[in-house]
């Protein structure tokens, strides 16, 4: 088991700024694939963004240039950067961690994962 917890969720409006954090606990975090999907009311779970031990990264295409994600392993960390953020990236963001090599894009690349933090962009 890896225990996640995710926070820095909230209201913010269209065009703001968002971080969220998510802690990790465990003694190989610095070998961890971490990542972030999201879920919006009545879709399914998708891929946001991942970074691998040496922090090479991956986004999904809706979210490039917009959100950044980085980690700090001395505190096992990873951070979701949200920039000008818009209505459609409303959603439960969830931070996971992939127990193998390689960045992974589906849930199911992921063993472990937060409780998740509600994100909400008003118009």
């Known amino acids: 088991q890896v225990p996640l917890v995710e926070s820095g969720g909230g209201l913010v409006q269209a065009g703001g700024s968002l971080r969220l954090s998510c802690a990790a606990f465990?003694?190989?975090?610095?070998?961890?694939?971490m990542g972030w999907f999201r879920q919006a009311p009545g879709k399914e779970r998708e891929f946001v963004a991942a970074?691998?031990?040496?922090?090479?990264?991956e986004y999904t295409d809706s979210v490039k240039g917009r959100f950044t994600i980085s980690r700090d392993n001395a505190k096992n960390t990873v951070y979701l950067q949200m920039n000008s953020v818009k209505p459609e990236d409303t959603a439960v963001y969830y931070c996971?961690?992939?127990?193998?090599w390689g960045i992974g894009t589906t849930p199911n690349d992921y063993a472990y994962w937060g409780q998740g933090t509600q994100v909400t962009v008003s118009s």
């Open positions: 465990g003694r190989t975090f610095s070998f961890y694939v």
């Open positions: 996971a961690v992939r127990a193998d």
């Open positions: 970074i691998t031990s040496d922090s090479s990264t």
